[in-house]
Each structure stands twice: as C-alpha cells, then as structure tokens.
C-alpha cells in the first residue's frame, strides 16, 4: 500500500474488512495511548498504530495519512450509529466543516469517486506545506493539530451534525491552554519558540475568539479531549528533560481542572520524555540542524524512497542506455567528471521523463538533486556492475 499514490483508500478499506486489528478492539483510553506511543498525537509519526501495517520505507507525511485514516476507522467503529458507510461517514464530515471546496475542474469533470475524494481530502489535511521546496526547507511538513479532526469527527458521529465554530472554539482551547503553560516559563528556549511555530502553521483558523483558561475548561467534555489537552500542554511544558516547580503545578492544577487522575497527568509527562528520548533523531521540533542541512536530508531521503520504489523501472531504463551505463559504472570505482557528470544528468533527466513518479525532479530546482541520484543509482544497480561491492 503507497498512501502517495491514487487508490491506497481503497486499499486499505479491503485489508481493514479482511483482517482483525487488535486495537479496534481496545477501550478509547487504550486506543489513545496506541496513537501516541506512534507519534501522531505528537505530530510526529514514526510509525504506523499498533504496527498494523508494514511501515518499513514509509516517509512521515504517509505514516501521518495512513494513522489519520485508521484513527478514522477507530472513532466510527467506537461510535457507528448510522447505516452510513465508513468512507461517506468521513466525506460527510469533512463537507459539513468545508474542508472539502469544489473547484472549476470537479465542476467541470463532476465530482471525483468517494475514494479518491477521501485521497484528496487527508492529503490536503495532513500537509502543512504543499510545495517540494517548502517541504525541503522546513523542519516541520505534517499537520500536527491533526487528532483535532479526529475529536470532531467523534463529535459529528455522536451529535449527527458539526459546525466549523466548534473547531474554532478546539482550536481556541488548545491556543490558550499551551499559551498559559508557555508563559509560566522563567526562561523561554529555541524548542518553545519552534514549538508555537508548528503548531500556529497547524492551525485551521488563524483568528480565534479570545478566551480564558476556566471557559476553555468548560468546553472539554469527552475524555479523549482531555487526554489530548493534557499531552499538548505537557509538550509546552517540556524543555531538554526538564520541567520546572511553576510548571507541574500548572500541570497538576489543568488534571484536577479536567478531573483526570494525578495518575493521568503523571503518565502524559512520562510518555512525552520516553517518546523524545527514544526518537529524537526523528522529531523534527528537536532538531538541531540548519536550513541546508534540512534541505539535504530531506531531499537525500526523498530521493532514496522514490529510487527502491521504482528501482525496477529505473534500471530497465538505464539499462537500454549504454553510455549512461558505462558512465554509472565507471562512478562506482570513482569520480566522475565535470562533462561526465553532465552527460549522466541530461541522460537521467531523459529517463526521468518516462516515469511519473520521478516526476517531481523536473520542477524548479529539481535539478539540485541530480547528484543525489547518482551517488545512489550504484547502489541499485546488480553487483556484477560495482567492483567495489563486498558479498555478504
């Protein structure tokens, strides 16, 4: 299953009839804690529920897509009252929030089949920025705001109905909430500063109505609201391990306000450092890194997932070149040439041409990463071409 592809919904629709996931089964406190030992109530995602599917070349943005969906999946099961199918469920509430605008072409063309809708819908939710060279510059790509959708997805079910001032008043609780949490700091740090960055960029609405902590209070109702609430405002709270006097209490105080167990906020604090410690190298919001530095590992792992995913095609491709193959052949022994180094760029962006995937090298800048492709192509290519390779 390739959540960047069309059909993956479908897809994951017939393995979800087929097979028994265990965590549809869980209570929703359990379920919860699955989707945040994952990430994706982080907005990181490092990995798919429950290791419900193989996730093992999935980038961030597909994991993100693919946990949303089965979030999805998870909320109308607990809370299915309707004869409604799962995905028309999903598209229902997506239009009654207009996350979903009809545009001149799907006038023009009619409106695209339910499942490619949904395909089009989470792809537009989970994406901050939907432009190759923003998402190669910035730390932060996915929506991290997204279990907010799943909240008030819980809600439609449960009520039959949802307006867009519902989110609005969400999304107006978290703000002041992690806010309140943040100004109880004595010193601020570049991971808070990061922190209201991601999730200001993760916002729906950009104007929300001024309110204060107890009325916010007031409109938290469902525990899983409540859980998310306090995992949010121990995230604002945490800064390199440690979270100071003012702060746990501020913690503690939000708990009693939310009538959750001391327990509860306890376990939201210990899950958070277990989470960063383990995965740092993975959460963009503690990375250390600079702006070239991000944009090469962003763009070296982009072009390692599209390389094996159509490394078949790719070879058969070079293959019919004898030219590009001798010249590949001849990088893996050494150093290609200034006018070398050009024949293979303009003989791969020839073949790049041929094969969609590839496609997103031909954009602006997409050239940059033409270099990147032919460090790697050695390693795709079968041993009998690389004198250097050692058998295992």
């Excluded at 792992?301 to 590009?324: A, F, G, P, T």
């Amino acid at each position: 299953m390739n959540p960047s592809s069309k059909g993956w919904i479908k897809k994951l629709i017939k393995v979800l009839g087929k097979e028994s996931i265990d965590w549809t089964q869980k209570s929703p406190a359990q379920f919860y804690d699955e989707l945040r030992t994952c990430g994706f109530i982080y907005g990181s995602n490092i990995e798919v529920i429950n290791n419900s599917f193989d996730f093992y070349d999935y980038t961030e943005e597909e994991l993100c897509k693919i946990n949303l969906a089965l979030s999805f999946y998870y909320i109308y099961k607990d809370n299915h009252i309707t004869d409604t199918s799962f995905l028309d469920s999903v598209i229902q509430f997506y239009k009654e929030i207009d996350a979903h605008k009809p545009t001149f072409f799907t006038e023009l063309l009619g409106e695209l089949k339910s499942h490619a809708l949904l395909e089009h819908i989470l792809h537009k939710r989970v994406l901050i920025e939907d432009k190759f060279i923003g998402k190669s510059f910035n730390y932060f790509v996915t929506n991290a705001l997204l279990f907010t959708d799943v909240l008030a997805y819980q809600h439609f079910l449960k009520r039959g109905k949802i307006t867009n001032s519902h989110l609005q008043h969400l999304e107006a609780v978290i703000e002041s909430i992690v806010l309140k949490v943040l100004d109880s700091k004595v010193k601020k740090s570049k991971y808070d500063d990061t922190l209201i960055d991601l999730l200001e960029r993760s916002l729906r609405f950009q104007n929300h109505p001024t309110i204060s902590l107890e009325e916010g209070i007031t409109f938290i109702n469902e525990d899983l609201e409540k859980y998310y609430i306090m995992d949010l405002a121990c995230m604002a709270a945490w800064t390199d391990m440690v979270v100071e006097k003012t702060e746990q209490d501020i913690l503690q105080q939000l708990g009693t306000q939310l009538n959750l167990p001391n327990d509860r906020v306890e376990n939201s604090l210990s899950a958070l450092t277990y989470f960063y410690q383990s995965h740092k190298e993975k959460i963009g919001l503690l990375s250390s890194k600079n702006i070239v530095q991000t944009f090469y590992s962003n763009s070296s792992k982009l072009v390692n997932l599209l390389l094996k995913r159509n490394s078949k095609r790719l070879l058969k491709e070079v293959s019919q070149s004898k030219d590009l193959m001798k010249l590949i052949t001849k990088s893996t022994v050494r150093d290609l040439t200034e006018e070398e180094q050009k024949r293979v760029n303009h003989q791969l962006m020839d073949i790049i041409k041929t094969i969609p995937s590839l496609a997103i090298f031909l954009l602006p800048g997409g050239s940059l990463l033409l270099p990147l492709i032919v460090k790697i192509i050695p390693q795709l290519l079968p041993s009998a071409f690389d004198d250097n390779r050692i058998e295992e």
